[in-house]
């Protein structure tokens, strides 16, 4: 165990890498992130500190996201770069077996492991916690005013604006259209001004809007709908040189209170989620049991009834049912035909509505037990991963970020489709939770065990020859010889001649 050049070597060799793959793959899931809610942020004049924090908490967040890609991709360069550069070959010759060669790296993997599983269930809820209320909290923050030319602009609370030109040095707007509904639609305002200017209050919470030389006309009949549909409405009709309007618009950014997301399955840790799941599971089977009695007292059957209540109605004659029916006539068939059929749909109606906050817990446990189930998938895909990657770029023998970069993101996205498609069957229960969850490690760990057996035996693994004749020998196949007619002249040597020829 004790480190060797040769290990600090093969660690130099693997660390460089592992950095730039990490901060490449983390800058790139962090752009799908933000390119997901850029047209929701956009225009809402967010300041440089709140941006800071939400890009930190979303590198946070998508740390355990990045890391299985990056020891992948390192994994597979570092061990192209050792046998295109002959270096591999060189070890295994002086006797140092592909595994002794991994050693090293597979310490640090098994320690990358561990962080993965830190930041998923110690670090990861609070900045989870800290980017959804970010991000709701933008979505909710008031647009910044910027006002276009030539089309009404309605991001301001009841009020319409048209601008038909600006100054943007000056601030000025000029032939300015307003549309006013702050005192409902029916006593709605129309404001013509040839100029005017907007600015913010001190205070952010209200916008000032000046406007010089103008007309304001508002209705005075404001039941009065056919005098408005032929133009005789009287309306009220205020010229003025100069006039103020303030608008209430609250452009601060305000934060929303982080307790409302804490019974988000996301942030909460391992043992918190065992908690919640005890507590859910308690709730579940209260509701089940008292649903389960309202139906039963209801639209109970003999066979839901008590054993005495069943006892008693199976002494009670039954009723001529064949009888019944043939002296009914067919309207009073089909009158309780129709009958039945509603109280039966009224029936389904009122077990779906009480079921519904049923399902809608069973919804949120599956969630938890996804969640649970995650943190540690995850965490072991790091693992996975240097296991393919590793011996995969030792058969290959390729460097750079070429066909490394290729393999590494085809294999990545088969896993990651396997993975969103098991989760989502488990979360929606139509697999089972270990099923679905654990699929795409079962996948890979097979697939890494295969490869790396292969390397550490420097067997052939993609060589189209070697699959070939192997399914020729399953199938029975024999391969045809194509032998071509040649004519042969056989004479007796003269050796004497061929002496004189060769003097």
Not at 104 to 110: A, G
Not at 453 to 468: C, G, P, R, T
Request: proline residues 4%; hydrophobic residues 50%.
């Amino acid at each position: 165990m004790r480190i060797k050049k040769l290990d600090i070597f093969v660690l130099k060799s693997f660390g460089f890498m592992f950095v730039g793959t990490f901060f490449i793959c983390l800058f790139i899931f962090m752009m799908q992130f933000t390119w997901r809610y850029l047209d929701e942020l956009i225009g809402k004049g967010l300041t440089m500190d709140v941006l800071a924090q939400f890009f930190w908490h979303m590198g946070i967040t998508l740390i355990p996201t990045s890391l299985p890609l990056a020891i992948l991709l390192a994994s597979l360069i570092t061990f192209g770069n050792l046998g295109e550069d002959l270096e591999l070959l060189a070890m295994k010759a002086a006797g140092v077996p592909l595994i002794r060669i991994m050693r090293p790296i597979l310490m640090v993997v098994v320690l990358m492991t561990g962080v993965s599983f830190y930041f998923q269930n110690v670090t990861g809820p609070h900045a989870q916690i800290s980017l959804r209320t970010l991000l709701i909290s933008m979505k909710q923050a008031q647009p910044a005013v910027e006002i276009p030319e030539g089309v009404f602009y309605n991001d301001l609370p009841n009020i319409n604006l048209f601008v038909e030109r600006k100054n943007a040095e000056t601030g000025m707007l000029y032939n300015v259209i307003i549309y006013k509904t702050d005192q409902g639609f029916d006593r709605a305002q129309i404001v013509l001004a040839d100029s005017g200017r907007m600015e913010v209050s001190a205070d952010k919470m209200h916008l000032t809007l000046d406007l010089w030389q103008g007309a304001l006309f508002e209705n005075l009949q404001q039941e009065n709908f056919s005098a408005l549909n032929t133009g005789n409405a009287p309306y009220d009709r205020e010229v003025f040189g100069y006039k103020r309007f303030l608008i209430d618009f609250d452009s601060n950014f305000a934060l929303m209170d982080q307790n409302m997301l804490r019974d988000m399955p996301q942030a909460k840790s391992m043992a918190e989620i065992n908690t919640s799941l005890d507590s859910m599971s308690l709730a579940l089977d209260s509701m089940g049991l008292r649903l389960h009695q309202e139906a039963r007292l209801r639209y109970y059957t003999p066979q839901a009834m008590p054993e005495r209540e069943a006892k008693t109605l199976a002494k009670t004659t039954p009723l001529p049912y064949d009888s019944l029916l043939a002296a009914a006539s067919p309207n009073a068939l089909r009158s309780a035909e129709q009958t039945a059929l509603q109280n039966i749909r009224s029936a389904m109606m009122d077990l779906e509505w009480k079921a519904t906050p049923a399902d809608q817990t069973e919804k949120l446990y599956r969630g938890h037990q996804v969640e649970w189930h995650q943190k540690i998938t995850l965490s072991l895909a790091c693992l996975l991963f240097f296991f393919v990657g590793a011996p995969l770029g030792a058969i290959i023998r390729k460097g750079g970020l070429g066909m490394p970069a290729v393999v590494s993101v085809a294999i990545f996205i088969a896993y990651y489709i396997i993975n969103i498609s098991g989760m989502k069957m488990a979360r929606d229960g139509n697999w089972g939770m270990v099923y679905g969850m654990w699929i795409s490690s079962a996948v890979l760990l097979p697939f890494g065990i295969f490869l790396t057996y292969k390397a550490n035996k420097d067997s052939m693994v993609f060589n189209s020859e070697l699959y070939l004749r192997l399914f020729r020998q399953v199938l029975g196949l024999r391969s045809r010889r194509h032998i071509d007619r040649k004519e042969v002249i056989i004479e007796d040597p003269d050796y004497d001649a061929m002496v004189t020829a060769l003097d």
